[in-house]
Each structure stands twice: as structure tokens, then as C-alpha cells.
């Protein structure tokens, strides 16, 4: 199956500064990109979908100068969380879009703790 | 749009034991998906099934799309079955396939 990274992990960071996380699709070219947030014990949310080179379009009800998201190439996607919260604290997923391909491929999520 | 449910929520098994996952979807699809995360956060795709059957090791699954639902089993199951086991099936609207998901089967197999 494809491979898809996320950098970091986990991050822990204080109230009030910018988090930048890093998806990229390692042996596939991804002109969409989907990220997702997901608080314990519940579903995947949808935040937002970035074509590679224009906006994002995100969900009703997310913030998109809080949530910035760059699809600036084919393999690497960005969300940044500006000016975090606790609330902000969740686990964040993205997922290439597989173009003619069924299967989906998910990146291994990053945790972020706002403290 | 379309509503996906799914039972039981959460679920707890001796390990060897059989059980059935099932996903209830609210409108006709082509297509739909069962994924697993494991307890760590990653998430597999297990079957891509919008019909019919299709088996995978002790996993197997079924959907009957004309009465929209699909069902996961589960036999034998061990330890690293734990976890949480999502179906999901995209969003008709627009070019995106947005996937819409359920919110999850919790699945814990003890030894």
C-alpha cells in the first residue's frame, strides 16, 4: 500500500503559539489532500481539502485563518494551527486522495496537546 | 446527506471468539469502505466493498446495498484486533469524495 508520513507525532505546545504539521505522500503524487481532526473516542471530522497549488476549501463551522493548510507540491501537504488553545488539542490526520484508486491511504495522525 | 450508523459501539471479546460489526447507511451508495485504527491511531483500509462479499483471512465482509447495510466479521479473534473499526462511504456531492463516516465500533479482545 502507499505510504503516507506525518512529522511530528506527538507535539505539546503552550497556549497562544503556532504548530505546523507536515503530511507527505511518499511514493504517490496527491493533487488533493484531506485533514481531518478526531477527539477521543469519536469519529474522523473532515476539516478541510486542499487541491495542490490553489485555497483550501474547509468544512462549515472551521476557522480558516486559524487553520491554515498549504498544498504547495504534489507530496507534501501542511496544516498549521495558529494561536492554539486547549480546545485546539486533538489528534489530526491526513489523507492523500487516491485518484482512480479505491483503497485510502491515511497518514499515522499527530497528537497535539496544547497546554 | 447521507447518515452512516454503526453497532454495536463498543464491544468486548475473550480472545478466539467470532462476532459481527455491522453499518447501516442511510441512502443508496457505490461504494463502501471498512477501515480499522489500531490503538495507537492508524488507520488501515481492510475492504473496499460497495457489494457482495469479500474475505480476508479470519476477516470477511458483506454488503447488501439494495437494503443498505454492510456487515464485518470477525473470527477468531486476538489481541491485536483491538481497536476501532469504522465504515465509511463517500459523499455523492461534488468532485472530492469526501468519505462520510460512522462513529465507530470500540473493539476490545482480551486474553
Not at chain 1, 39 to 59: C, R, V
Not at chain 2, 6 to 14: A, F, M, V
Request: net charge neutral; hydrophobic share 30%.
Amino acid at each position: 500500500g502507499a505510504v503516507v508520513s506525518q512529522h511530528p507525532s506527538r507535539v505539546i505546545c503552550k497556549s497562544g503559539t503556532s504548530v505546523k504539521i507536515e503530511c507527505r505522500s511518499l511514493d504517490f503524487q496527491a493533487t488533493t489532500m484531506f485533514w481531518y481532526r478526531q477527539f477521543p473516542k469519536q469519529s474522523l471530522m473532515l476539516m478541510a481539502t486542499s487541491n495542490e497549488g490553489s485555497k483550501a476549501t474547509y468544512e462549515q463551522g472551521v476557522e480558516k485563518d486559524k487553520f491554515l493548510i498549504n498544498h504547495a507540491s504534489l507530496t507534501l501537504s501542511t496544516l498549521t494551527v495558529t494561536s492554539a488553545h486547549p480546545e485546539d488539542s486533538s489528534f489530526y490526520i491526513c489523507r492523500p486522495g487516491t485518484s482512480g484508486r479505491y483503497e485510502q491511504y491515511f497518514g499515522p495522525g499527530t497528537r497535539l496537546t496544547v497546554t | 446527506g447521507i447518515q452512516v450508523e454503526q453497532s454495536p459501539p463498543d464491544l468486548i471479546l475473550q480472545e478466539g471468539a467470532n462476532s459481527t460489526l455491522r453499518c447501516n447507511f442511510s441512502d443508496s451508495v457505490n461504494n463502501l469502505q471498512w477501515f480499522h485504527q489500531n490503538p495507537w491511531g492508524q488507520l488501515i483500509n481492510l475492504f473496499y466493498i460497495p457489494s457482495g462479499t469479500k474475505q480476508n483471512g479470519r476477516l470477511s465482509a458483506t454488503t447488501v446495498a439494495t437494503e443498505r447495510y454492510s456487515l464485518l466479521y470477525i473470527s477468531s479473534s486476538q489481541t491485536t484486533d483491538s481497536g476501532v473499526y469504522f465504515c465509511a462511504v463517500y459523499d455523492h456531492a461534488g468532485n472530492n469524495r469526501k468519505l462520510i463516516w460512522g462513529l465507530g465500533t470500540s473493539l476490545a479482545v482480551n486474553p
